[in-house]
């Protein structure tokens, strides 16, 4: 099946194409051996500004696991309250199943 070339609203995609594509991260990152290899991989394939968001994802998974508030939240990572929320209804919806590795997560600065 081609893709489309160039950027692409995730919306434009149908639900086929969006699960391939997501199936070709998912296998690539399954790829790397170690941590490092997959560091270097991630850190050249992503743009600062997606690894900044990710990076952010997960920091605000941890803090709403610790129990900090939205507000503290807010003002330490400087995020807007959509992505808190966001983030913490998929933490109701599966949070229990990745809360301990996230919390063991050996980098901590949250």
């Known amino acids: 099946m081609a893709m489309p070339k160039g950027k692409v609203h995730p919306r434009r995609l149908t639900p086929t194409e969006r699960h391939a594509v997501e199936r070709e991260l998912w296998d690539a ?4 051996a170690t941590n490092d290899e997959l560091q270097r991989f991630l850190g050249r394939l992503f743009t600062r ?10 920091r605000i998974a941890k803090m709403l696991l610790r129990g ?5 939240i807010k003002r ?3 995020v807007g309250e959509s992505t808190i929320l966001g983030v913490d209804q998929w933490i109701e919806e599966h949070g ?3 809360s301990r590795k996230l919390l063991r997560s050996h980098q901590d600065r949250c």
Do not use: D, N, P, Q
Not at 68 to 72: G, I, W
């Open 29 to 32: 990152i399954a790829a790397f």
């Open 49 to 58: 500004s997606e690894k900044v968001m990710l990076g952010r994802r997960v």
């Open 68 to 72: 900090k508030s939205y507000e503290v």
């Open 76 to 78: 330490t990572l400087r």
């Open 96 to 98: 229990e199943e990745y």
